[in-house]
Protein backbone atom coordinates (compact mmCIF):
# COMPACT_ATOMS: atom_id res chain seq x y z
CA UNK A 1 0.00 0.00 0.00
CA UNK A 2 2.16 2.94 -1.52
CA UNK A 3 -0.45 5.44 -2.10
CA UNK A 4 -1.99 5.66 1.49
CA UNK A 5 -3.04 9.52 2.67
CA UNK A 6 -1.31 10.95 5.94
CA UNK A 7 -3.80 11.68 8.91
CA UNK A 8 -4.05 15.07 8.64
CA UNK A 9 -5.67 15.07 5.12
CA UNK A 10 -8.24 12.34 6.35
CA UNK A 11 -8.85 14.64 9.34
CA UNK A 12 -9.19 17.74 7.59
CA UNK A 13 -11.53 16.71 5.11
CA UNK A 14 -13.69 14.71 7.89
CA UNK A 15 -13.85 18.07 9.71
CA UNK A 16 -14.19 20.35 6.36
CA UNK A 17 -17.35 18.42 5.73
CA UNK A 18 -20.97 19.27 7.02
CA UNK A 19 -24.49 18.88 6.18
CA UNK A 20 -24.75 21.05 3.53
CA UNK A 21 -27.67 23.80 3.89
CA UNK A 22 -27.02 25.46 0.55
CA UNK A 23 -25.75 24.70 -2.49
CA UNK A 24 -24.55 26.51 -5.08
CA UNK A 25 -26.84 26.05 -7.91
CA UNK A 26 -24.35 27.26 -10.73
CA UNK A 27 -21.01 24.61 -9.48
CA UNK A 28 -21.16 21.02 -11.51
CA UNK A 29 -19.41 18.10 -9.99
CA UNK A 30 -16.54 17.58 -12.65
CA UNK A 31 -17.00 13.87 -14.50
CA UNK A 32 -14.03 12.44 -13.28
CA UNK A 33 -14.46 13.23 -9.76
CA UNK A 34 -18.45 11.90 -10.10
CA UNK A 35 -17.39 8.79 -11.56
CA UNK A 36 -14.86 8.17 -8.64
CA UNK A 37 -17.89 8.81 -6.45
CA UNK A 38 -19.87 6.14 -8.35
CA UNK A 39 -17.05 4.35 -7.84
CA UNK A 40 -17.39 4.63 -4.20
CA UNK A 41 -20.76 3.51 -3.81
CA UNK A 42 -20.02 0.40 -6.62
CA UNK A 43 -16.83 -0.89 -4.65
CA UNK A 44 -18.92 -0.29 -0.85
CA UNK A 45 -18.91 -2.94 1.00
CA UNK A 46 -21.57 -5.05 2.14
CA UNK A 47 -22.49 -8.39 3.80
CA UNK A 48 -21.65 -11.20 2.21
CA UNK A 49 -20.85 -9.15 -0.48
CA UNK A 50 -24.15 -9.26 -2.14
CA UNK A 51 -24.79 -5.54 -3.13
CA UNK A 52 -28.54 -4.74 -2.23
CA UNK A 53 -28.86 -1.88 -3.63
CA UNK A 54 -29.63 0.77 -6.57
CA UNK A 55 -28.66 3.70 -6.86
CA UNK A 56 -30.57 6.19 -8.60
CA UNK A 57 -28.25 9.67 -9.95
CA UNK A 58 -30.68 12.51 -10.41
CA UNK A 59 -29.36 15.67 -12.56
CA UNK A 60 -32.20 16.24 -14.68
CA UNK A 61 -33.71 19.92 -13.47
CA UNK A 62 -37.35 18.32 -14.06
CA UNK A 63 -36.63 15.49 -12.02
CA UNK A 64 -35.22 17.68 -9.66
CA UNK A 65 -38.18 19.72 -9.00
CA UNK A 66 -40.62 16.71 -9.24
CA UNK A 67 -38.61 14.99 -6.05
CA UNK A 68 -37.96 18.36 -3.98
CA UNK A 69 -41.52 18.16 -2.61
CA UNK A 70 -41.64 15.06 -1.55
CA UNK A 71 -38.29 15.91 0.43
CA UNK A 72 -40.09 18.34 2.97
CA UNK A 73 -38.94 21.08 -0.28
CA UNK A 74 -35.39 21.15 0.56
CA UNK A 75 -33.72 23.36 -1.75
CA UNK A 76 -30.79 20.83 -1.44
CA UNK A 77 -32.53 18.70 -3.68
CA UNK A 78 -32.80 21.07 -6.76
CA UNK A 79 -30.20 23.47 -6.03
CA UNK A 80 -27.09 20.13 -5.19
CA UNK A 81 -24.97 19.02 -8.82
CA UNK A 82 -26.03 15.42 -8.54
CA UNK A 83 -28.61 14.08 -6.51
CA UNK A 84 -28.44 10.43 -5.28
CA UNK A 85 -31.64 8.44 -3.83
CA UNK A 86 -29.96 4.89 -2.12
CA UNK A 87 -32.35 2.22 -2.55
CA UNK A 88 -32.61 -1.25 -0.73
CA UNK A 89 -33.24 -4.67 -2.46
CA UNK A 90 -36.27 -6.33 -0.91
CA UNK A 91 -37.04 -9.27 0.10
CA UNK A 92 -33.89 -10.20 -1.64
CA UNK A 93 -34.49 -12.86 -3.92
CA UNK A 94 -32.40 -16.47 -4.71
CA UNK A 95 -32.07 -14.78 -7.99
CA UNK A 96 -30.20 -11.95 -7.01
CA UNK A 97 -27.86 -14.28 -4.81
CA UNK A 98 -27.23 -16.12 -8.39
CA UNK A 99 -26.51 -12.93 -10.15
CA UNK A 100 -23.80 -12.28 -7.62
CA UNK A 101 -22.33 -15.67 -8.18
CA UNK A 102 -22.28 -15.90 -11.80
CA UNK A 103 -20.59 -12.26 -11.43
CA UNK A 104 -18.26 -13.71 -9.08
CA UNK A 105 -17.75 -16.77 -11.39
CA UNK A 106 -17.08 -14.55 -14.24
CA UNK A 107 -14.55 -12.29 -12.45
CA UNK A 108 -12.60 -15.09 -10.69
CA UNK A 109 -13.33 -16.96 -13.38
CA UNK A 110 -14.17 -19.99 -11.85
CA UNK A 111 -17.29 -22.19 -12.11
CA UNK A 112 -20.37 -21.57 -10.52
CA UNK A 113 -20.21 -24.93 -9.56
CA UNK A 114 -17.22 -24.60 -7.36
CA UNK A 115 -19.29 -22.09 -5.40
CA UNK A 116 -22.09 -24.28 -4.72
CA UNK A 117 -20.52 -24.11 -0.56
CA UNK A 118 -21.25 -20.22 -0.45
CA UNK A 119 -24.70 -20.31 -2.40
CA UNK A 120 -25.70 -22.78 -0.23
CA UNK A 121 -24.58 -20.64 2.97
CA UNK A 122 -26.18 -17.48 1.47
CA UNK A 123 -29.49 -19.00 0.80
CA UNK A 124 -29.13 -19.89 4.07
CA UNK A 125 -28.48 -16.79 5.63
CA UNK A 126 -31.11 -15.22 3.94
CA UNK A 127 -34.26 -17.41 4.12
CA UNK A 128 -33.15 -17.11 7.97
CA UNK A 129 -33.66 -13.97 7.87
CA UNK A 130 -36.26 -13.65 6.03
CA UNK A 131 -38.45 -15.90 8.07
CA UNK A 132 -37.41 -13.89 11.44
CA UNK A 133 -38.61 -10.82 9.09
CA UNK A 134 -35.21 -8.69 9.53
CA UNK A 135 -34.15 -9.53 5.48
CA UNK A 136 -35.23 -6.11 4.76
CA UNK A 137 -33.77 -4.25 7.49
CA UNK A 138 -30.41 -6.10 7.33
CA UNK A 139 -30.16 -5.35 3.73
CA UNK A 140 -31.27 -1.51 4.44
CA UNK A 141 -27.71 -1.15 6.79
CA UNK A 142 -25.68 -2.02 4.23
CA UNK A 143 -27.38 1.20 2.09
CA UNK A 144 -25.78 3.13 4.71
CA UNK A 145 -22.26 1.74 5.01
CA UNK A 146 -22.52 2.71 1.20
CA UNK A 147 -23.55 6.36 2.49
CA UNK A 148 -20.61 6.17 4.89
CA UNK A 149 -18.49 5.44 2.43
CA UNK A 150 -19.78 8.15 -0.07
CA UNK A 151 -19.83 10.57 2.39
CA UNK A 152 -16.10 10.16 3.22
CA UNK A 153 -15.31 10.19 -0.20
CA UNK A 154 -16.76 13.09 -1.22
CA UNK A 155 -15.40 15.40 1.36
CA UNK A 156 -11.46 13.77 0.51
CA UNK A 157 -12.12 14.92 -2.97
CA UNK A 158 -13.34 18.38 -1.56
CA UNK A 159 -16.93 17.87 -2.84
CA UNK A 160 -19.76 18.94 -0.37
CA UNK A 161 -22.74 16.81 0.66
CA UNK A 162 -25.95 16.85 2.74
CA UNK A 163 -27.66 13.29 3.49
CA UNK A 164 -31.05 13.20 3.82
CA UNK A 165 -33.62 11.76 5.48
CA UNK A 166 -36.22 13.75 5.87
CA UNK A 167 -38.18 12.70 2.87
CA UNK A 168 -41.61 10.52 1.59
CA UNK A 169 -39.72 7.35 0.30
CA UNK A 170 -43.55 5.81 -1.01
CA UNK A 171 -43.64 9.32 -3.56
CA UNK A 172 -39.66 9.35 -4.67
CA UNK A 173 -40.88 5.54 -5.48
CA UNK A 174 -43.28 6.40 -7.31
CA UNK A 175 -41.91 9.36 -8.93
CA UNK A 176 -38.80 7.58 -9.81
CA UNK A 177 -40.86 4.52 -11.00
CA UNK A 178 -39.61 2.37 -8.17
CA UNK A 179 -43.09 1.46 -6.96
CA UNK A 180 -44.09 -2.21 -8.22
CA UNK A 181 -40.05 -3.33 -8.18
CA UNK A 182 -37.66 -5.02 -5.98
CA UNK A 183 -36.41 -1.46 -4.74
CA UNK A 184 -37.17 0.73 -2.49
CA UNK A 185 -35.54 4.38 -1.76
CA UNK A 186 -33.94 4.46 1.78
CA UNK A 187 -31.93 7.41 1.70
CA UNK A 188 -30.53 10.05 -0.03
CA UNK A 189 -27.37 12.62 -0.77
CA UNK A 190 -27.08 15.86 -2.55
CA UNK A 191 -23.55 15.88 -3.50
CA UNK A 192 -22.03 19.78 -4.92
CA UNK A 193 -20.25 23.08 -3.70
CA UNK A 194 -21.77 24.63 -1.06
CA UNK A 195 -23.42 28.25 -1.56
CA UNK A 196 -20.88 31.28 -0.30
CA UNK A 197 -23.41 32.11 1.68
CA UNK A 198 -24.06 29.02 3.50
CA UNK A 199 -24.27 29.65 7.23
CA UNK A 200 -24.02 26.19 8.04
CA UNK A 201 -20.41 26.07 6.61
CA UNK A 202 -18.66 28.36 9.07
CA UNK A 203 -20.16 26.77 12.17
CA UNK A 204 -18.31 24.85 14.44
CA UNK A 205 -18.64 20.96 14.44
CA UNK A 206 -20.38 19.35 17.24
CA UNK A 207 -19.34 16.08 18.75
CA UNK A 208 -19.67 14.69 22.15
CA UNK A 209 -16.00 14.06 23.28
CA UNK A 210 -13.76 11.55 22.34
CA UNK A 211 -14.16 9.77 25.79
CA UNK A 212 -18.39 10.45 25.60
CA UNK A 213 -18.55 7.79 22.81
CA UNK A 214 -15.69 6.36 22.35
CA UNK A 215 -14.31 3.10 25.51
CA UNK A 216 -11.42 1.27 25.59
CA UNK A 217 -11.03 -2.25 26.59
CA UNK B 1 -10.77 22.80 0.18
CA UNK B 2 -6.38 22.67 -0.86
CA UNK B 3 -6.07 19.52 0.90
CA UNK B 4 -8.32 17.41 -0.83
CA UNK B 5 -7.33 14.08 -2.43
CA UNK B 6 -7.41 12.80 -6.68
CA UNK B 7 -9.34 10.55 -7.48
CA UNK B 8 -7.01 8.00 -8.18
CA UNK B 9 -5.34 8.01 -4.68
CA UNK B 10 -9.30 7.36 -3.70
CA UNK B 11 -10.35 4.39 -5.90
CA UNK B 12 -7.24 2.73 -5.05
CA UNK B 13 -7.31 3.03 -1.50
CA UNK B 14 -11.58 1.25 -2.53
CA UNK B 15 -10.02 -1.52 -4.12
CA UNK B 16 -7.18 -2.08 -2.45
CA UNK B 17 -9.33 -2.82 0.93
CA UNK B 18 -10.94 -5.79 0.95
CA UNK B 19 -12.86 -8.13 3.80
CA UNK B 20 -9.56 -9.04 5.92
CA UNK B 21 -10.19 -12.98 6.53
CA UNK B 22 -6.15 -13.11 8.23
CA UNK B 23 -4.61 -10.59 9.89
CA UNK B 24 -1.01 -10.31 11.12
CA UNK B 25 -1.17 -10.70 14.92
CA UNK B 26 2.12 -9.36 15.10
CA UNK B 27 1.23 -6.01 13.69
CA UNK B 28 -0.28 -3.10 15.94
CA UNK B 29 -2.05 -0.20 14.73
CA UNK B 30 0.65 2.61 15.08
CA UNK B 31 -0.75 5.11 17.91
CA UNK B 32 -1.44 8.07 15.31
CA UNK B 33 -2.91 6.08 12.85
CA UNK B 34 -5.91 4.46 15.34
CA UNK B 35 -6.04 8.00 16.87
CA UNK B 36 -7.05 9.27 13.47
CA UNK B 37 -9.39 6.40 12.91
CA UNK B 38 -10.83 6.99 16.40
CA UNK B 39 -11.54 10.37 15.31
CA UNK B 40 -13.29 9.12 11.85
CA UNK B 41 -15.96 7.48 14.33
CA UNK B 42 -16.17 10.69 16.19
CA UNK B 43 -17.05 12.74 13.45
CA UNK B 44 -19.00 10.40 11.09
CA UNK B 45 -22.46 12.22 10.06
CA UNK B 46 -25.57 11.31 11.91
CA UNK B 47 -29.00 12.14 11.75
CA UNK B 48 -30.06 15.88 13.12
CA UNK B 49 -26.14 15.51 14.94
CA UNK B 50 -27.14 13.44 17.32
CA UNK B 51 -24.33 10.87 17.21
CA UNK B 52 -26.83 7.63 19.15
CA UNK B 53 -23.74 5.63 19.52
CA UNK B 54 -21.08 4.08 21.34
CA UNK B 55 -17.77 2.78 20.39
CA UNK B 56 -16.15 0.03 22.39
CA UNK B 57 -12.59 -0.24 21.24
CA UNK B 58 -11.12 -3.37 22.39
CA UNK B 59 -7.06 -4.48 22.22
CA UNK B 60 -6.83 -6.73 25.43
CA UNK B 61 -6.32 -10.14 24.61
CA UNK B 62 -8.03 -11.53 27.57
CA UNK B 63 -11.28 -9.67 26.15
CA UNK B 64 -10.72 -10.64 22.76
CA UNK B 65 -10.84 -14.12 23.53
CA UNK B 66 -13.66 -14.05 25.59
CA UNK B 67 -15.89 -12.14 22.31
CA UNK B 68 -14.63 -14.95 19.83
CA UNK B 69 -16.45 -17.68 20.59
CA UNK B 70 -19.83 -15.53 20.70
CA UNK B 71 -18.44 -14.68 17.32
CA UNK B 72 -18.63 -17.66 15.65
CA UNK B 73 -15.21 -18.15 16.31
CA UNK B 74 -13.68 -15.99 13.55
CA UNK B 75 -10.31 -15.24 13.73
CA UNK B 76 -10.04 -11.93 12.93
CA UNK B 77 -11.76 -11.10 16.37
CA UNK B 78 -8.21 -12.05 18.37
CA UNK B 79 -5.89 -11.55 15.86
CA UNK B 80 -6.94 -7.72 14.52
CA UNK B 81 -4.69 -5.30 16.18
CA UNK B 82 -7.77 -2.79 17.30
CA UNK B 83 -11.32 -4.54 17.35
CA UNK B 84 -14.16 -2.27 17.61
CA UNK B 85 -17.95 -2.82 18.75
CA UNK B 86 -20.37 -0.40 17.36
CA UNK B 87 -23.26 0.13 19.52
CA UNK B 88 -26.43 2.06 19.22
CA UNK B 89 -28.14 3.91 21.82
CA UNK B 90 -31.50 2.83 22.41
CA UNK B 91 -34.98 4.09 22.75
CA UNK B 92 -33.17 7.59 22.46
CA UNK B 93 -33.92 9.40 25.34
CA UNK B 94 -34.82 13.31 25.88
CA UNK B 95 -31.60 13.14 28.41
CA UNK B 96 -29.74 12.50 25.03
CA UNK B 97 -30.85 15.33 23.57
CA UNK B 98 -30.38 17.92 26.29
CA UNK B 99 -26.76 15.89 26.33
CA UNK B 100 -25.99 17.18 22.67
CA UNK B 101 -27.98 20.40 23.41
CA UNK B 102 -25.68 20.89 25.69
CA UNK B 103 -22.73 20.16 24.21
CA UNK B 104 -23.70 22.60 21.01
CA UNK B 105 -24.16 25.33 23.29
CA UNK B 106 -20.52 24.63 24.46
CA UNK B 107 -18.74 24.56 21.23
CA UNK B 108 -20.74 27.56 19.59
CA UNK B 109 -20.12 29.70 22.71
CA UNK B 110 -24.17 30.47 22.66
CA UNK B 111 -27.08 29.55 25.18
CA UNK B 112 -29.01 26.22 25.55
CA UNK B 113 -32.12 28.83 25.19
CA UNK B 114 -31.30 30.25 21.76
CA UNK B 115 -31.47 26.53 20.48
CA UNK B 116 -34.68 25.62 21.86
CA UNK B 117 -36.66 25.83 18.95
CA UNK B 118 -33.77 22.65 16.97
CA UNK B 119 -34.53 21.05 20.80
CA UNK B 120 -38.72 20.98 20.37
CA UNK B 121 -37.92 19.75 16.25
CA UNK B 122 -35.77 17.21 17.29
CA UNK B 123 -37.83 15.71 20.41
CA UNK B 124 -40.63 15.43 18.44
CA UNK B 125 -38.87 13.45 15.93
CA UNK B 126 -37.67 11.24 17.85
CA UNK B 127 -40.75 10.59 19.89
CA UNK B 128 -43.01 9.61 16.52
CA UNK B 129 -40.20 7.79 15.78
CA UNK B 130 -40.46 5.90 19.42
CA UNK B 131 -44.31 6.02 18.77
CA UNK B 132 -44.28 4.24 15.61
CA UNK B 133 -41.48 2.03 16.73
CA UNK B 134 -38.83 2.71 14.67
CA UNK B 135 -36.60 4.60 16.83
CA UNK B 136 -33.89 1.84 17.15
CA UNK B 137 -33.96 1.15 13.76
CA UNK B 138 -33.22 5.01 12.62
CA UNK B 139 -30.33 4.65 15.05
CA UNK B 140 -29.23 1.84 14.06
CA UNK B 141 -28.78 2.93 10.51
CA UNK B 142 -26.69 5.73 11.70
CA UNK B 143 -24.57 3.59 13.40
CA UNK B 144 -24.14 1.92 9.42
CA UNK B 145 -22.91 5.30 8.12
CA UNK B 146 -20.03 5.14 11.29
CA UNK B 147 -19.01 1.69 9.84
CA UNK B 148 -18.66 3.11 6.44
CA UNK B 149 -17.04 6.51 6.99
CA UNK B 150 -14.53 4.41 9.47
CA UNK B 151 -14.03 1.60 6.48
CA UNK B 152 -13.43 4.15 4.00
CA UNK B 153 -10.82 6.07 6.09
CA UNK B 154 -8.73 2.47 7.33
CA UNK B 155 -8.80 1.79 3.60
CA UNK B 156 -6.73 5.30 3.03
CA UNK B 157 -4.49 5.16 5.99
CA UNK B 158 -3.42 1.63 4.27
CA UNK B 159 -5.10 -0.34 7.34
CA UNK B 160 -6.77 -3.14 6.78
CA UNK B 161 -10.35 -3.80 8.27
CA UNK B 162 -12.86 -6.56 8.65
CA UNK B 163 -16.77 -5.74 9.32
CA UNK B 164 -18.39 -8.65 10.81
CA UNK B 165 -21.74 -9.12 11.57
CA UNK B 166 -21.80 -12.71 12.19
CA UNK B 167 -22.04 -12.64 16.46
CA UNK B 168 -24.38 -12.92 18.56
CA UNK B 169 -25.34 -9.47 20.04
CA UNK B 170 -26.69 -10.31 23.46
CA UNK B 171 -23.94 -12.30 24.27
CA UNK B 172 -21.42 -9.30 23.23
CA UNK B 173 -23.44 -6.96 25.52
CA UNK B 174 -23.00 -9.28 28.97
CA UNK B 175 -19.50 -10.00 27.80
CA UNK B 176 -18.86 -5.94 27.20
CA UNK B 177 -20.96 -4.97 30.12
CA UNK B 178 -23.69 -3.14 28.03
CA UNK B 179 -26.80 -5.76 29.05
CA UNK B 180 -28.60 -3.13 30.87
CA UNK B 181 -27.43 0.25 29.59
CA UNK B 182 -29.00 2.17 26.83
CA UNK B 183 -26.52 0.92 24.50
CA UNK B 184 -26.23 -2.72 22.23
CA UNK B 185 -24.19 -3.57 20.09
CA UNK B 186 -25.11 -3.36 16.42
CA UNK B 187 -22.33 -4.06 14.13
CA UNK B 188 -18.11 -4.86 14.92
CA UNK B 189 -15.18 -4.03 12.88
CA UNK B 190 -11.76 -5.99 13.17
CA UNK B 191 -8.28 -3.16 12.06
CA UNK B 192 -4.94 -4.24 11.59
CA UNK B 193 -2.87 -5.67 8.86
CA UNK B 194 -3.53 -8.36 6.71
CA UNK B 195 -1.58 -11.69 7.13
CA UNK B 196 0.80 -12.41 3.79
CA UNK B 197 -0.68 -15.19 3.56
CA UNK B 198 -4.53 -13.90 3.87
CA UNK B 199 -5.49 -15.97 0.12
CA UNK B 200 -8.34 -13.35 0.07
CA UNK B 201 -5.90 -10.58 -0.09
CA UNK B 202 -5.40 -11.60 -4.14
CA UNK B 203 -8.61 -12.97 -5.02
CA UNK B 204 -10.18 -10.07 -7.31
CA UNK B 205 -12.81 -7.56 -6.30
CA UNK B 206 -16.28 -8.77 -7.67
CA UNK B 207 -19.06 -6.35 -7.62
CA UNK B 208 -21.98 -5.66 -10.31
CA UNK B 209 -21.28 -3.96 -13.13
CA UNK B 210 -22.06 0.33 -12.91
CA UNK B 211 -24.78 -0.05 -15.40
CA UNK B 212 -26.24 -2.92 -12.95
CA UNK B 213 -26.77 -0.80 -9.71
CA UNK B 214 -26.73 2.63 -11.20
CA UNK B 215 -29.22 4.17 -12.69
CA UNK B 216 -28.68 7.80 -14.15
CA UNK B 217 -31.98 10.49 -14.65
Known sequence: MTHSISTVTLLHALHWRYATKKFDPAR????????????????APSSVGLQPWKFIVVTDPAMKARLRPAAWGQSQVTDCSHFV????????????VDRHIGRMAEVREVTTESLGKFRQMVMGNLDKA??????????????????GQLLASAALLGVDACPIEGFE???FDEILGLTGTDCAS???????YRAAD??????????????DVITRI
Open 130 to 147: RAEERLDLWQSHQVYIAL
Open 186 to 192: VVCCAAG
Open 85 to 96: VLAVRKNLSHDH
Open 198 to 211: DKYATMKKVRFKPE
Open 28 to 43: KIPETDWHALEQALVL
Open 169 to 171: PEK
